[in-house]
C-alpha cells in the first residue's frame, strides 16, 4: 500500500512538472515569437521614416522649381515687384510648403529679396545661414556661365539646373537649394549671365518632422542630436556624409503588446492546468489503494507517459518549423507589398504634382495668359491623367492574369498597322523621339488578341522612350520565320548590366541602372504573361550605357498554334 502510494506520488509530481516545463516552454516560444514580431515591425518602422525622410529632402528641389519656372517670376522679379514676390514666392513657399527661409539674388549676385519665418525682411541679412546660401548661389551661378561657353556642349538646359546640399545650420539640419528664375515657355527671354537666383531653405528639425510622423504614422517621432535616446533611431545625413543628428521615436511593439494583454488569461490558464494535475494526482492515489499489483501497471502508464511527451514535443517541433516557414513567405509578401506600393505611390504622386502646378497657375494667371498658354498647360494635366489612367491598367491587367480572370479573343488583325498605332500615340505624348519603322516583312494578317497585344507594344515603346531620354531614335524592326512574326524594338538608352537580365521579367523587379527613373516594375511581367498567352516568346538584349534591344515572337495562326506545336 505505501509502495502504491509513493508511486502515485511520483507519478503525481513528474505530472505537475510536466505541465510547469510545457508552460514554460509555451511561454517561451511566445516570447520568441514577439521578439521577432517587434522586429519586422521596428524595420518597418525604420523603412518608412528613412522614406518619409527622403521624400522630404527631394520635395524641396521640386517645390522650388514651381515658382522659379514661371515667366511672370521672370518679369516681375526684374520689375522688383516687392509685395508680389512676398505674396508668389515669399509668403507661397513658407505656406504651402513649409520652407523656412527664401532668398532671392540679382543678376550682380546681390541680395534684394529675403523671407525668413514667413516675416519679409526689410533689412536684408543672412544671419547664420549666409555660408551655404552663398556657396549654392555660386554653384548655379557657375552653371550659368558655363551655358554663356557657346563651344561647352556639355552646358545643361536653363531649366535643368540647380543645386542643393543638406547641411547644419547653428546645428539644426537643414536641406539648401538653389535655382535661377528662368522662363515657362519661349514668349519670354532672359539675359544670359543677368538671371536672378533664388536660394530656398527648409529644416528638418521642425514642420519636416511632423509629416514625417504623419507619413509613417508615429507619433513620438522627433528630431535629436543623439542615438542613446531611443531604442529605434535613424541618422540624418549630410551631402558630405557626416551625420547631422537622428531621427528618434519610441517603436511601436505589437508583439509585447499582444503578450501584455494575454498573460493574465495565460496565468489563469496555467493555474487551472495545475489544480487538475494535482486533482487528476489525488485520485490516481484513492485509486492505487485498491490495486495490488500496481508496480508493472505503473511501469506500463510511465513508459506511455513519456512516449506521449515525446510525440507531443516532436509536434511541437513540426508546428515551430511551420510557423517559421509561415513567417519567412510572410516576410517576402510583405517586402513585395511594400516595395510594390512605395513605387506606385511614387508613380501617382508624380502626374499628380504635374496636375496640381499646372492648375495653380492657371488659377493664379488666369486672366493675363494667353490661350496657347491655356491649352499648353491643359494638355499636360491630359497628358498626367493619360498617364495616371495607363498606370491603373496595368496594376488592373497584371491582376487578371494572376487570378486567371483574362480570356484572350483572338482575331485577324494588322501587326504593322497595330505598331504604327501605338507609335504614333508615343509621338503624340512625348515628340522629343523618333520611331524609325522597317515593318515592310510583316504579313497582312495574324491572329491575336488586340486589346492585348496593344499593351504589350506600347510598354515596349513607353520603356523605349523613358529610358533612352538623351538618344531621341528608336528603331523597330520586323521578320518572318516559321510561321512566327518577330518584331524587335532597339534605343540607344542607358542600357542594363548583365546579371539583370534573368531576372527583368519577375514581378515588381526593377533594373539597377533604372534608379530615379519612375516606373513600378509590373509592365514587363505584364509583357511576359500576354506574349506566353498567345504562344510566343520574348528576348532581351542589352550593353550598361549604350541601349537596349527587346525581340517579340508572335505565331502568325494564333494563340494556340505554337502550343500545339510544341506539344507535337
Known amino acids: 500500500m505505501q509502495q502504491n502510494i509513493r508511486i502515485t506520488s511520483h507519478v503525481t509530481i513528474v505530472l505537475t512538472l510536466l505541465t510547469a516545463l510545457t508552460a514554460i516552454l509555451l511561454a517561451g516560444f511566445m516570447w520568441l515569437a514577439s521578439t521577432k514580431v517587434d522586429d519586422i515591425a521596428l524595420t518597418r518602422q525604420k523603412g518608412y521614416v528613412e522614406q518619409g525622410l527622403d ?83 555660386e554653384d548655379v551661378r557657375s552653371l550659368l556661365q558655363k551655358r554663356i561657353v557657346s563651344s561647352d556642349s556639355a552646358a545643361p538646359a536653363i531649366g535643368e539646373i ?151 514535443t516532436a509536434e511541437i517541433e513540426r508546428q515551430r518549423a511551420e510557423l517559421d516557414r509561415l513567417l519567412a513567405q510572410e516576410r517576402q509578401v510583405n517586402a513585395l507589398q511594400r516595395q510594390f506600393v512605395t513605387m506606385a505611390s511614387h508613380e501617382f504622386r508624380t502626374p499628380l504634382a504635374i496636375i496640381d502646378a499646372a492648375a495653380q497657375r492657371l488659377s493664379r494667371t488666369k486672366t493675363t495668359q494667353k490661350p496657347e498658354y491655356v491649352e499648353e498647360k491643359s ?53 522629343s523621339h523618333t520611331f524609325h519603322r522597317d515593318l515592310s516583312h510583316l504579313p497582312q494578317t495574324i491572329v491575336a488578341d488586340r486589346a492585348t497585344i496593344e499593351q504589350v507594344f506600347t510598354n515596349l515603346l513607353s520603356n523605349a522612350v523613358k529610358y533612352a531620354p538623351r538618344a531621341p531614335d528608336i528603331h523597330i524592326r520586323a521578320w518572318t520565320k516559321n510561321g512566327m512574326s518577330y518584331v524587335s524594338i532597339q534605343d540607344a538608352g542607358i542600357g542594363m548590366d548583365a546579371e539583370d537580365l534573368p531576372k527583368l521579367f519577375q514581378p515588381y523587379y526593377r533594373a539597377r541602372s533604372a534608379t530615379g527613373i519612375a516606373g513600378t516594375g509590373i509592365g514587363l511581367n505584364l509583357v511576359k504573361q500576354i506574349v506566353d498567352l498567345h504562344g510566343g516568346s520574348i528576348s532581351v538584349e542589352s550593353v550598361l550605357g549604350r541601349g537596349t534591344t527587346f525581340t517579340v515572337a508572335l505565331p502568325n495562326k494564333g494563340p494556340l498554334a505554337n502550343l500545339i506545336k510544341r506539344a507535337a
Open 379 to 431: 494638355a499636360q494635366i491630359r497628358s498626367a491623367v493619360l498617364r495616371m489612367v495607363d498606370l491603373m491598367e496595368s496594376i488592373l491587367s497584371a491582376g487578371r492574369l494572376e487570378t486567371g480572370k483574362t480570356t484572350l479573343r483572338p482575331e485577324r488583325l494588322s501587326l504593322a498597322e497595330l505598331i504604327e498605332t501605338c507609335c504614333n500615340r508615343q509621338t503624340d505624348i512625348r515628340k
Open 162 to 312: 540647380f543645386a542643393e546640399q543638406i547641411l547644419a545650420i547653428s546645428g539644426r539640419p537643414a536641406v539648401v537649394a538653389a535655382r535661377p528664375i528662368v522662363p515657362s515657355t519661349d514668349e519670354v527671354t532672359v539675359d544670359p549671365g543677368k538671371e536672378f537666383i533664388t536660394v530656398a531653405v527648409k529644416f528638418l528639425d521642425a514642420g519636416a518632422v511632423q509629416k514625417i510622423a504623419r507619413y509613417a504614422r508615429i507619433e513620438t517621432l522627433h528630431f535629436t542630436l543623439s542615438s542613446a535616446e531611443s531604442t529605434a533611431v535613424i541618422p540624418v545625413m549630410a551631402t558630405d556624409g557626416s551625420t547631422l543628428g537622428y531621427m528618434a521615436w519610441q517603436p511601436i511593439r505589437p508583439g509585447l503588446m499582444l503578450i501584455e494583454q494575454i498573460a493574465p488569461a495565460g496565468i489563469a490558464g496555467i493555474v487551472v492546468a495545475l489544480g487538475v494535475v494535482i486533482f487528476l494526482g489525488r485520485g490516481l492515489r484513492k485509486t492505487s489503494t485498491d490495486l495490488s499489483e500496481s508496480r508493472l501497471a505503473l511501469m506500463r502508464h510511465r513508459y506511455e507517459l513519456e512516449e506521449s511527451v515525446r510525440l507531443r
Open 55 to 137: 521624400e522630404q529632402v527631394k520635395a524641396v528641389q521640386h517645390e522650388l522649381e514651381s515658382v522659379t519656372t514661371w515667366n511672370d517670376a521672370v518679369l516681375l522679379v526684374a520689375k522688383g515687384a516687392h509685395q508680389w514676390i512676398v505674396d508668389n514666392i515669399g509668403t507661397w513657399m513658407h505656406t504651402y510648403f513649409s520652407h523656412d527661409r527664401t532668398y532671392i539674388f540679382d543678376g550682380r549676385n546681390e541680395l534684394v529679396f529675403a523671407m525668413r519665418d514667413g516675416q519679409d525682411i526689410s533689412a536684408l541679412t543672412f544671419l547664420n545661414d549666409e555660408m551655404p546660401v552663398a556657396a549654392l548661389r
